[in-house]
């Protein structure tokens, strides 16, 4: 008999970092007290209009960009109708007739190489409320109602869960290198639905089941195999799948059926009313491109054409934060592979200009060092350590950013040395020693 | 009196608000018509309140600049005053009081306007006769035996019976226009995007606006100039700036008219006389215009609605348990009929089942619609047709079915999104009230404003209307 093939595809949301609502000017700040993060309009309240917050589309191109989507020039808003608590005016506005991305995709790498995913299209919408349910009552808190979202949806060209875990991975990091997203999986900032079928090769794509409430990465690798092997176990007793939404539960290791398409609701979708159909121009397709930031893609390409293996890259490029702190200990001056390697084994934070000085201190240390035969080295070493060791306090001091501490510290090694030594090579020395004691 | 000339009276303090919003106070406790709604002692002593917090600021020499300052006017109830109970006349809102007020009542209160009573309506503004609210129905000031028309009954009534010189209303199909013409006053419903619907209860989204009702023309287009302009929590308010209506002709030369059939050779010789050039035409589409209309406000509405759910506010049932009896029970007791067949229409041709055969079909109509009669539009200064077909039906004589073809010369200037007036013409049967349509270009309000104030003492002799 031959193997199963797994066909997945993802549908991704990422919530937006934008300071206010998609529709109205209330905060989307993360938690908050209940339904203080609510105006008249993201409640509902009768005769309340949404005003569309300008920078969501802004942030949509910007991934449209990135990610080689064609952006719609002219795209607009439907009503997704439906009555539930958590959607106070019984209709969420989303894009589904004219979404404002469609196409484009991204590369990923697994064990098994490389791969193109495809996207069917990025849209704008607005997330729901959330409920909490106590002790037989529900809550309704519509902090988060409102808040907008990029819904990333892909095509089905997964075939394992290394390949869905590297999508949304890359995709994350792009995310975050745009500044578009916090993406925080367990605050709900960005989750990933699955869904997913098997067949086997050659054969038409089989009946497939969406997964939601998966929370973390592990949880999808988890639910992936979960489901997967559900599906084929149906499928090999010589039952029938049915087409369904299902909920992952991670604590039981298991997916439940939610709902099947034969009683899903209706949506009704429709172009919404309140809202203008949005244009996008060349001008603003000019401006949101020129101002679009370095992704980690590029940054690694920089970095090992500064000489940088592929591994100190993606150390280095691991976080934003990381990459935008190495970027600026370059624009200072210092030198690229000394400052990746310094960087990779600094234990607590300097501002960006301290650390750039020590990476130029140990470059001068460095090249002057080969002017200089091994017993000098290793005696000047010895001197200025034993200074060090002898000098706690202002050692503290200049680990708390006093400057005049370490000139202190050099006239004692001067003092020590004498002439063996040129003062740049002790200088250079010194903060060396220094750096190394700030990183133990 | 006209509401502008009570206002220099009242800023040249001949007269003081007190006494200028008095008559309104005592028409809206007789109540003869149904016009006024919630009130009570209470209701005036805040009216009281506000007349003289607007006194004070016209002592003070604030509102001089203002034409309307100290006039008194009535509210539609679907349109949000902060603080006041505001139903839309219907069972499902009982009790609901918005948190914040509509964007033309923040301009009407800033230009000093005193709000001296909530009017009645069809619930929800659905209904052309004003028969539907869950207070009572409206009846016609020049015969109570006739309705007032919908369904901005209450708003046209206490104007028409001199109870207030000024009142809002909302028209999403010629729900002003239409108890205007039947009461004898003037009403204007603006360019779909000059005046803000903030704050309106929402039926038609995309075809609704809010528009005033007068006496007059002068004091119509005033209350409207004070009330429209861009406003930045509406996104389909396109206008930059408030329309304006400084315009003035001496006479109909060089304009060009656009007449129908149903125009009677009086007016149309009136019209001449007054130097207007007329062209005779037929009303495009007119066949579709109506299923075009309902399919869409339907569609619409029962979207908009949705939010009515007993959850939040308004009406939920007392019997209700679990969440799904919440919506059902609630839905089913708060919506009357009318509301209920229109809503279940909307769902149905909005399912992906009916959605390309009606819904899509409706909506490629409507742009087609549209390009008819933004051609007519730019070839002609104005469309003239009668109002509504005849003069107001008798209480309960509109059975269901036909009250819809009442809007049949009204509803284009919807769909297009037209600026359209409708003036008093003489009384027809039973000696009651006519009106005549005037339906201009897209935003350009002030020409056909101008046009009308021509038009107005022309068409008021020469009667026999349409």
Known sequence: MSKWEIVMGLEVHAELSTKTKIFCGCTTAFGGEPNTHVCPGCAGMPGTLPVFNREVLEYAVKLGLVLGCDISRVCRFDRKNYFYPDLPKAYQVSQLHAPICRGGGLEITTDSGSKFIRLHQIHMEEDAGKLLHERGFTKLDYNRGCTPLLEIVSEPDFATSDEVIAYLEKLREILMYLDICDCKMQEGSFRADVNLSVRKPGEALGTRTEMKNINSFKAITRAIEFESKRHIEVLESGGVLVQETRRWDDDCGESFAMRSKANATDYRYFPDPDLLPLTVDEAMLERVRASLPEVADEKRERYVSLGLSAKTAALITHTRERALFFDEVLALGANAKIAANMLQHMKEELPANDFAELVKAREAQTAQSQNLDEGTLLEVRKQIEKAVAENAEAVADYRAGKQKAFGFLMGQAVKAIGKSASPDVIKSTLAAVLAEMTKE | ?466
């Open chain 2, 1 to 466: 009196m006209t509401a502008l000339q009570l206002s220099a009276q009242l800023r040249a303090k001949s007269r003081s608000v007190v006494e200028a919003v008095t008559p309104a106070l005592d028409a809206a406790q007789r109540n003869e018509w149904g016009a006024f709604l919630r009130f009570d002692a209470e209701y005036k002593t805040r009216v009281l309140e506000r007349a003289a917090s607007v006194q004070s600021r016209l002592d003070a020499g604030e509102l001089s600049g203002s034409p309307l300052a100290g006039v008194p006017i009535v509210i539609k109830d679907n349109i949000s005053v902060a603080g006041e109970e505001c139903s839309a006349c219907s069972r499902m809102l009982a009790g609901y009081k918005p948190v914040f007020s509509a964007t033309v009542i923040e301009r009407l209160e800033k230009a000093g306007l005193v709000i001296v009573g909530r009017a009645n309506m069809d619930e929800f503004a659905v209904g052309t006769t004003g028969e539907s609210s869950v207070h009572g129905g409206v009846t016609n000031p020049h015969n109570s035996a006739h309705v007032a028309g919908g369904s901005s009954s209450g708003s046209a009534v206490a104007v028409a019976s001199g109870a207030v010189p000024l009142a809002l209303g909302s028209d999403s199909g010629g729900s002003i226009r239409l108890p205007a013409a039947y009461c004898g006053a003037v009403a204007i419903k603006p360019s779909y995007g000059g005046v803000s619907r903030n704050g309106l209860f929402a039926l038609a989204s995309s075809m609704e606006q809010v528009g005033t009702i007068a006496a007059n023309v002068d004091d119509a287009l005033a209350l409207l100039e004070i009330i429209s302009g861009a406003d930045n929590r509406d996104g389909t308010c396109v206008a930059q700036e408030p329309l304006a209506f400084a315009d003035r002709k001496q006479d109909l030369k060089g304009v060009k008219l656009a007449v129908i059939a149903e125009v009677s050779d009086d007016i149309r010789d009136a019209l001449k006389s007054a130097g207007a050039e007329l062209a005779e035409i037929a009303l495009p589409m007119r066949e579709v215009l109506l299923p075009t209309y309902f399919i869409i406000a339907c569609a619409e509405m029962a979207s908009n609605f949705a939010r009515y759910d007993g959850l939040k506010y308004g009406q939920r049932s007392p019997q209700a348990q679990a969440l799904g009896e919440i919506y059902r029970l609630s839905r089913a007791e708060g919506f009357g009929r009318a509301v209920k067949t229109r809503l279940m229409f909307g769902t149905l041709i909005t399912t992906s089942d009916y959605y390309d055969s009606y819904f899509r079909q409706a909506l490629k109509v409507r742009g087609l619609i549209k390009r008819e009669y933004d051609k007519l539009l730019s070839e002609y200064d104005a469309i003239v047709t009668p109002t509504a077909a005849a003069v107001a039906p008798k209480l309960g004589e509109t059975p269901g079915g036909k009250v819809n073809e009442c809007d049949i010369f009204t509803v284009f200037a919807n769909l297009g999104g037209y600026p359209a007036v409708t003036l008093p013409c003489g009384v027809g049967e039973g000696g009651l009230p006519l009106g005549l349509q005037l339906v201009g270009g897209a935003f350009k309000d002030a020409q056909l404003g101008a046009i009308a104030r021509v038009c107005e003492p022309i068409v008021r002799v020469t009667g026999g209307g349409a």
